[in-house]
């Protein structure tokens, strides 16, 4: 399927790199493209594989009728030029997964994780657990590394785990997993998708091919996860629900106290909910309560995603610099009883600053930050929660350190995407935590 192929490959990030060296030496013409340049290193190894590099700003032009396949990085937009050519010429278009997964061995049960929020930590979670029960189980995908990178460590009976994004569930054709977590969904990258319709829909993705012999677990809470998978032909399974969910004390699972929240280190009502998940993948491979109860005790949650960071003069601060949209700093809103100041903002991906108005009762002050600076300080005008225009992360910081007490919070929670103004949201928190670290 891959062989004596003339193969153009959109983008040397990671993935883009990993799937050109899996397709070398199989007798195919690849030409690996992108707009900026590649280390040194990289680019030796690939035309040392025959590989041929071209650098330009006009991919577009690159694309013409003799091409048998292009692979697509994730970040390329369906609505681009790019994907139009594609189309308008009859080119299959794959992404860097959907090449992998042909690659696999037999008889490998592929658990993937996807959802607007919680991805990760619920991917962390499943793996860890399954590690500490003996399972041999790979990690990779949107979390670690490209799977076009890890097939030579995936072998015969093997747990493949793959956290996957909306962006890498897109040119998927023949990809199936075995077991799908759809934590929730959420308006968020519309302006990738266009429409909430189409993100919705590249998520349902996730049960791509599936029949009544694959798992699909559902978030019973999130109407639109329940709408988009009303027609799937899993065997369903949910949390949320009558018999798996949680109180103030317990997380229960098939109606039975399974868990003492006081042995959970995690905080949030959202990370039991990330926990209920992944016990219910992790339960079809057998569980151990001892085994269960023992990581989560120590398990401290994810970097980036509601991350304690430290205290510094009876302040609190913490790091949730993956928060990229509303319904993820409601998330972590509803964690703190305690006064809140609150980093707001990034680029603008028309979010809804809205939906935060019934859990800003702890809001003591917000600090308006990127692309949506104006639009932050409008929406807490209208709530009258204080506000200090800081377009960027430093002055944020700056302002906080001259008005934060002891007693309060400091949330960096920005309910926005990064990359108005970063690479990616780790660089966000990274400064977040660096600032910190200094005080």
Known sequence: MYENKK?????????????????????????????????????????????????????????????????????????????KKIESLNIRC??????????????????????????????????????????????????????SSIIANVKQNDILLLEISDHQLCDIHDFKTNISVLTNVCPTHLDYHGTYEHYKMTKKKIFNLHTSNDLAILNQ????????????????????????????????????????????????????????????????????????????????????????????????????????????????????TKPIHLILGGLDRNQDFNELNDYMNYVKEIYAIGGVTDQVTDYASNLNIPCEKCYNLATAMEKIHQNAQSGEVVLLSPGSSSQDQYVKFEDRGDEFKNIVEKI
């Open 221 to 336: 809470a999130n109407a639109d996860s329940l709408e988009l998978s009303k027609d799937i032909l899993s065997k369903k399974v949910y949390f949320n629900d009558f018999e798996n969910y949680y109180d103030n004390n317990y997380i229960y699972l098939h109606g039975e106290k399974y868990l003492d929240v006081t042995n959970i280190r995690l905080q949030g009502t959202h990370n039991y909910e990330n926990i209920l998940a992944a016990l219910l993948v992790v339960e079809q491979f057998g569980l151990d309560k001892d085994i269960i109860v023992d990581f989560l005790k120590t398990f401290g949650g994810v970097e980036h995603r509601l991350e304690y960071v430290a205290n510094k003069n009876g302040v609190e601060y913490y790091n949730d610099s993956k928060s990229t949209n509303p319904t993820a700093t409601i998330t972590a809103l509803k964690t703190f």
């Open 94 to 147: 794959e992404n860097e997964i959907e090449v992998a997964y042909h690659f696999l061995p037999e008889n490998v049960t592929i658990i993937g994780v996807t959802g607007s929020n919680g991805k990760t930590t619920t991917t962390t979670i499943i793996y860890e657990l399954l590690k500490r029960l003996g399972k041999s189980v790979v990690l990779g995908g949107n979390i670690g590394y490209p799977l």
């Open 7 to 83: 193969i153009l490959i959109l983008g040397a990030a990671r993935s883009g790199i990993a799937v050109a060296k899996l397709l070398a030496n199989k007798n195919n013409d690849i030409i690996l493209s992108d707009i900026h340049d590649i280390k040194s290193e990289d680019q030796k190894a690939l035309e040392d594989l025959g590989i041929k590099i071209i650098i330009t700003d006009k991919q577009c032009d690159l694309i013409d009728s003799s091409f048998d396949l292009v692979i697509k990085n994730p970040a390329i937009m369906s609505t681009s030029d790019i994907v």
